[in-house]
């Protein structure tokens, strides 16, 4: 297998395993374990984590929280227009528009309650544009009365009120993401609980999902794809314990391919895991030596995405690809609101 060749990271999905809702309770979803050193499959239920975590474990969590980031304006002829923000960039916003061919730099795009967002220039990407909102105090007050859950177009539904609690984490606490970190979207704060009390060690970071986490691979040689950059954060006391956590030989969980990108990106080799914030663009495929995590806790992923060849370079890529045709053999339900994967 080219684990370079984009086609490499195909698969046949049927439509019908797509989820379009989630399962409840939430840690009733599936959980497919993996034996990394044997490729060994084992079905379990999410809420069996418990059997698989102890004191020996550090489940590190993004805290991140989704913004209703879905707009729905008119230009001035009338003509229906859609905004996705993606993160803010000073006195501006990044966004996706469509349609892209009829906003370019000067348009003015509608919204209720008298708000106006003017496109200031385009971005380095399809659809890609730096808007200007006029006409309202609290940013945040405006999109929760306007926006939409951003729901991913594979979901083919319009977003329901109840998207706005079950695509959300129920630790997230901190806005300013485009799209859920969805691994942790199965836990229960009674499954957390559960989890603190047999000796399992939390540590939550940031990292706010914009596009470069789901932006398509297009080049034929994976090597050439660049991710965008996404905006993260981890504190001193969260270094400090991951970094105690690892001279104790404890195993670090990072939930979702979020955490990893983002604990890749702060190791050191010299002064292990360093507190900070910034931008990352951090791009994991088959071949990379992973540093900061030991085990990871994922959801199943679209073919040809980063996403797959991030979880490809951690279980190995014909483990991966052996496991997702179980998964799809055994009905497991696929991508954001579907079942989860725990690579061990």
């Known amino acids: 297998m080219d684990i370079y ?41 999410f809420y069996q984590l418990t059997d698989c975590l102890d004191d020996r474990h550090v489940l590190v969590l ?33 966004a996706l528009v469509r349609p892209a061919r009829r906003l370019k730099p000067g348009a003015e795009i509608y919204f209720a309650a008298g708000v106006k967002a003017r496109v200031v220039s385009e971005l380095d990407m399809p659809g890609g544009r730096r808007v200007q909102f006029e006409g309202y105090d609290d940013w945040e007050e405006f999109i929760n009365t306007v ?46 609980a559960r989890l603190q009390g047999q000796g399992v060690e939390i540590i939550s970071i940031l990292l706010h999902v914009g596009l470069g986490t789901f932006r398509p691979v297009e080049s034929s040689d994976i090597r050439r794809h660049h991710m965008h950059s996404e905006y993260f954060e981890v504190g001193n006391e969260e270094a400090e314990r991951l970094n105690r956590a690892r001279e104790q030989g404890k195993t670090i969980v990072a939930v979702g391919t979020t955490v990893v990108r983002t604990l890749e990106s702060i190791y050191n080799d010299d002064y292990g895991f360093r507190a900070g914030k910034g931008m990352t663009d ?32 951690m279980a190995g890529l014909e483990k991966t690809m052996a496991a997702y045709r ?17 690579i061990r």
């Open 5 to 45: 060749s984009l086609e490499t990271y195909d698969y046949n999905l049927p439509p019908e395993l797509i989820a379009r809702y989630p399962v409840e309770p939430r840690d009733a979803a599936r959980l497919l374990v993996m034996e990394r050193n044997t490729g060994q499959l084992d079905d379990r239920y």
């Open 62 to 94: 993004n805290e991140t929280r989704v913004i209703p980031a879905r707009l729905m304006g008119h230009k001035g002829t009338g003509g229906r227009v859609e905004l996705l923000l993606l993160r803010p960039e000073g006195e501006y916003w990044q």
């Open 147 to 192: 926006g939409e859950v951003p729901l991913p177009p594979y979901i083919d539904r319009p977003a329901e009120a109840r998207d706005k609690v079950t695509y959300q984490t129920v630790y997230a606490s901190r806005s300013g993401s485009a799209a859920a970190p969805t691994a942790g979207l199965h836990f229960t704060s009674e499954l957390l």
């Open 282 to 313: 951090i791009f994991i495929y088959p071949g990379y030596q992973f540093r900061a995590v030991d085990n990871l806790i994922t959801n199943f992923h679209l073919p040809k995405s980063s996403l797959l060849m991030l979880v490809s370079a």
């Open 326 to 342: 179980h998964a799809v053999q055994n009905r497991y339900r696929f991508f954001s609101y579907g079942d989860a994967m725990y």
